[in-house]
């Protein structure tokens, strides 16, 4: 019987380069399903984290009794070669290599042949890839928490060497009381203080180990997983491996601290871009900060800011992004989950360039004292006029509404609060005498808000010892 008669099936023909699946297909993949398929512009950023990981596995086989000595000390030093290759930017993809983990293998293969084969033993794809984003992202935290480190540094430096300078405190961005410029400008440390602990929460959080859980249904190979943990550097295991494979909580609870970050961040570049204006003036931003405009000669732009909190909402997107991704998912494993990678990366890498540019903004911008205090006027006395008559038995409420027509009357003539007189404010309230004038002195009231967190020198120098507690924390764990 010829070929013909039998349906004229052929035995496929291997395709060129190196696969990691494809044995029971007769057909190639579509040229346009390759291309979709293809993750290497975003994960061969993970061929260290690959690496690492297929060490560390090479010698769990080993310990197994999958592997003898000597094949593990070859894999070991051929993945090290692999890696000077990565380093000296001498590797070179192929059309068939679809991603950081084919590319690894396919040169292990070229290096030791049959041998680097069978480092997959037992390892999925699925285990390895969330694997290798765990150690990245391990390394990401460090990164994100120094560059926060750096800044709120350079906050608390600026901070400290203001204090005493006084200024407005805003309420929806109307005059509200008298602070120190160092308490407002801490309010943003604090901020990002908050950031800082929900990195270190997800860090602890993130560390178990999912390596060992194969496709979905774990290993059967005696794999010591808590071993691998330990080798690692992770904490513990995951404890469900259909769980493992399909879990990017992590990365989506990462993107979201991102968001954080950058929300945080954008709201002091707000607060910088109106500062900076003509009419307020309370800060000069450096030349190496700021731009010109190619028609108006006198401009000077706050381009590094407008930049940090348009790239806010490109941050967020991701969250979005990945979240939108996951939610339709069944459970374990789905290729959707390729693209949290491309969520990820992103945004770490704009939120990096985000707070380099903060830190250099911060360390360079320019003070203006004389503004800032000449920007205090008598209605910002009004909140600790009403303190004043509390403290001559009127109830805050009544007290309240006393100053309020104080406000109202001054207003109406044009003139300031200090200057109305005596008699006129003992019509008001009579709880109203002669000492009121001492309540006139902006420095001098706001000493009086000495509670933990408050305004005062004392709370301030609080604030700052919290912050330097911090960056000696955040130094010892970098």
């Known amino acids: 019987m010829t070929d013909k008669q039998q349906g004229n099936q052929e035995e ?77 930017r001498l590797v070179k993809f192929l059309p068939t290599d679809e991603d950081v983990h084919t590319v690894n293998e396919r040169l292990l293969v070229e290096i030791t042949g049959e041998l680097g084969k069978r480092l997959h033993t037992g390892r999925s794809r699925n285990d390895q890839v969330v694997t290798d984003m765990k150690l990245w992202l391990r390394k990401a935290i460090r990164e994100t928490l120094g560059r926060l480190r750096v800044l709120i540094k350079s906050i608390a430096e600026q901070a400290e060497s203001h204090l005493g300078v006084l200024m407005p405190g805003y309420t929806h961005l109307q005059r509200a009381q008298p602070v120190q410029f160092s308490h407002w400008l801490l309010s943003h440390a604090f901020a990002l203080r908050e950031d800082c602990l929900r990195l270190g929460e997800l860090r602890d959080r993130s560390n178990v180990l999912p390596l060992g ?62 500062y900076s204006t003509k009419e307020f003036d309370f800060i000069r931003l450096a030349d190496e900060f700021v731009s010109g405009s190619s028609l108006m000669p006198q401009k000077r732009n706050p381009d590094s800011l407008e930049l940090i909190r348009g790239i806010s909402g490109l941050i967020t997107s991701n969250l979005t992004g990945i979240m939108m991704t996951i939610k339709g998912t069944p459970s374990s494993y789905n290729k959707d989950l390729q693209f949290d990678k491309q969520y990820c990366f992103q945004a770490f890498d704009k939120l990096s360039q985000s707070l380099n540019v903060a830190v250099g903004v911060i360390q360079t911008m320019t003070v203006h004292r004389h503004q800032l205090e000449s920007a205090l006027s008598s209605d910002l006395l009004a909140t600790d006029w009403a303190y004043y008559l509390v403290k001559k038995g009127v109830p805050f409420r009544e007290a309240h509404h006393h100053i309020g027509r104080v406000v109202s009357l001054a207003e109406h003539r044009g003139v300031d609060i200090t200057e109305l007189p005596l008699g006129e404010l003992q019509q008001i309230c009579k709880a109203f005498g002669s000492d009121i004038a001492s309540v006139a002195d902006y420095a001098v009231n706001l000493q009086k808000y000495d509670v933990i967190g408050g305004t005062s020198t004392a709370s301030i120098m609080e604030q700052l010892r919290l912050l330097k507690k911090l960056d000696k924390e955040l130094q010892q764990q970098s």
Request: proline residues 2%.
């Open 12 to 88: 496929p023909k291997p395709s060129k380069g190196y696969q990691l699946w494809g044995g029971r297909f007769n057909e190639k993949s579509n040229e346009a399903m390759i291309e979709l398929n293809n993750s290497l512009v975003h994960d061969a950023r993970l061929y260290a984290d690959d690496l690492d990981a297929s060490k560390a596995y090479a010698e769990a086989l080993h310990r197994a009794g999958h592997l003898k000595d000597a094949e593990r000390d070859k894999l070991v030093k051929s993945l090290e070669l692999i890696r000077y290759d990565w380093i000296e």
């Open 213 to 274: 859980s194969g496709a979905l249904a774990g290993n059967p190979l005696g794999i010591d997983r808590l071993w691998l943990a330990e080798r690692l550097g992770f904490a513990n295991v995951t404890g469900n491996s259909m769980h493992a494979v399909g879990d990017r909580d992590f990365v989506v609870d990462f993107i979201y601290c991102c968001s954080m970050i950058s929300l945080h961040l954008s709201r002091l570049a707000e607060d910088l871009i109106i």
